[in-house]
């Protein structure tokens, strides 16, 4: 019995699988007619089993049969079209678009491109004209230039790779500039030279303080990365070359005479003047550390006691010399021996009392 049923169940399964066969087969008969039929006219093509046939050997497993992947670009749909053609052509979309984009993107790089011819007539006449306001500026005064715009500018120069003539123009530009103040300095009389000269050096390093934050982005991505420098020294540099050490054996003489004639020129230019020069080149201290110790501390060597009746002489003459230029200490005829040390500590004491 149990032979008997598996014997029909058998059967009913065979008979179904050769129903399933033969329906597939119908299937497969009409999508291949249908796609027949929407072949364009004298459109000539081989049979699809002979393409599946003349497949490259490469193409196919290890059995000489095709792929997957290319059986199921063959197989049609109940529509009489080839399965994977809707998919083919959205590749062939995306590719024309991703080329599309590629060129826009490359039409749009190449627009943008700036060229050294472009860098000369349109990008450094703007820096120049910039950085002539900025070295003849003085003090307080409003100049009508747009930082934002030199600083795109100096931005998009670096980013095309003209940082290097960009540099050597700066150098050019500020050292000419630099050469006129030093002829105007030699030109000068002595009784205006250590005016002309403390303004010189003031106009300029005010300049330096636009300057180089202008040119901050050549200075981080070319001066500094390649060169090793910084902007700002061989700014500083340039103006000890061309200007300080050509005058400093003249201007130093000058110096020394104003500074044993209390008040021929005024306090502030000769800080300025000595401290300026301490800056550009310390070693300039060793021609005058006498001068450069009134207004830079640490110069000379620590006082020591025996010199110390030698300091109290110097203070005395200092009040002599004050005295005789019209200065005087008041009239001290009411004041008592004491009296100010006295005040001194009942002040501190009642302040310390009232502190507690």
């Given amino acids: 019995m149990e032979e008997e049923s598996m014997e029909e169940e058998g059967?009913?399964?065979?008979?179904?699988?050769?129903?399933?066969?033969?329906?597939?087969?119908?299937?497969?008969?009409?999508?291949?007619?249908?796609?027949?039929?929407?072949?364009?006219?004298g459109h000539a093509q081989a049979p699809l089993g002979d393409r599946a046939l003349q497949l490259p050997a490469d193409r196919k497993g290890h059995r000489g049969q095709p792929q997957e992947e290319e059986e199921a670009q063959m197989v049609p749909e109940a529509n009489g079209l080839m399965k994977g053609c809707d998919s083919a052509g959205a590749a062939g979309k995306g590719g024309a678009v991703a080329a599309a984009t590629i060129n826009t993107s490359t039409s749009k790089f190449l627009m943008n491109v700036i060229t050294?011819?472009?860098?000369?007539?349109?990008?450094?006449p703007k820096?120049?004209?910039?950085?002539?306001?900025?070295?003849?500026?003085?003090?307080?005064?409003?100049?009508?230039?747009?930082?934002?715009?030199?600083?795109?500018?100096?931005y998009k120069c670096v980013c095309q790779q003209?940082?290097?003539?960009?540099y050597s123009d700066l150098i050019k530009k500020i050292t000419n500039h630099l050469e006129r103040v030093s002829k105007e300095l030699q030109a000068s009389p002595p009784d205006l030279y250590i005016e002309r000269f403390n303004i010189a050096l003031g106009q300029y390093m005010g300049a330096l303080q636009s300057i180089v934050p202008l040119?901050?982005?050549?200075?981080?991505?070319?001066?500094?990365?390649?060169?090793?420098?910084?902007?700002?020294?061989?700014?500083?540099?340039?103006?000890?070359?061309?200007?300080?050490?050509?005058?400093?054996?003249?201007?130093?003489?000058?110096?020394?005479?104003?500074?044993?004639?209390?008040?021929q020129i005024t306090p502030s230019t000769m800080a300025n003047i000595v401290k300026g020069l301490y800056t550009l080149r310390p070693e300039w201290v060793q021609m005058a550390p006498a001068l450069f110790s009134k207004f830079i501390p640490n110069i000379l060597p620590p006082a020591v006691e025996s010199e110390l009746q030698e300091y109290a002489a110097q203070d005395q003459k200092l009040q002599r010399e004050l005295m005789q230029n019209g200065f005087t200490r008041g009239d001290q005829s009411r004041k008592r021996a004491g009296e100010e040390l006295t005040y001194n500590g009942s002040s501190a004491c009642a302040s310390s009392r009232g502190y507690r």
């Avoid at 003249?250 to 005479?257: A, C, I």
Wanted: glycine letters at 4%; aromatic letters at 14%.
């Fill in 116 to 124: 050294i011819e472009d860098y000369k007539s349109t990008y450094w």
């Fill in 162 to 166: 003209h940082s290097e003539q960009m």
């Fill in 11 to 41: 059967g009913s399964s065979s008979s179904y699988e050769a129903m399933m066969d033969d329906q597939n087969h119908n299937n497969w008969e009409a999508g291949v007619d249908g796609y027949r039929q929407q072949r364009p006219a």
């Fill in 127 to 154: 820096l120049d004209g910039a950085i002539d306001q900025l070295l003849t500026q003085s003090p307080g005064d409003y100049i009508p230039i747009s930082y934002e715009q030199i600083y795109s500018c100096v």
């Fill in 215 to 263: 040119f901050i982005y050549m200075n981080k991505f070319y001066i500094e990365t390649k060169l090793n420098r910084d902007l700002k020294d061989d700014l500083i540099k340039l103006f000890t070359e061309h200007v300080a050490e050509k005058h400093i054996y003249s201007l130093m003489p000058l110096l020394l005479e104003a500074q044993s004639t209390p008040f």
